[in-house]
């Protein structure tokens, strides 16, 4: 039963560690090509300029604290999302629909 529960227990560490280790060499491999990124392809929006295609920026927090970080909207992580990209890092023209009446007398 001991061997049959360390045997489980290595096989779910190593599927643990080859996760992490996926998702940060996809990571490193879209922060070196920009290509890769949403928003850079051909037919796609923009990237943000205030958050420059992050969709986080520097939170408010940081502004007035001193040296202490933390609050609810960056739950202590020191960036919030960003207010223009609504955190999606990419720069979308809003659908506006504009509505002109004819010029009645009065």
Do not use: E
Request: aromatic share 6%; net charge positive; charged share 15%.
């Amino acid at each position: 039963m001991q061997k049959l529960w360390l045997h489980f227990s290595y096989r779910l560490l190593a599927t643990g560690l080859s996760v992490l280790a996926g998702a940060a060499l996809l990571k490193s491999v879209m922060d070196q090509n920009p290509m890769m990124s949403p928003g850079s392809g051909s037919g796609q929006f923009p990237r943000c300029s205030s958050c420059n295609g992050k969709g986080r920026v520097s939170c408010l927090c940081n502004r007035w604290s001193d040296a202490d970080r933390g609050c609810r909207t960056c739950v202590g992580s020191g960036r919030m999302m960003c207010n223009s990209c609504g955190g999606s890092g990419t720069g979308r023209p809003l659908p506006v629909r504009i509505s002109a009446r004819p010029n009645q007398p009065y």
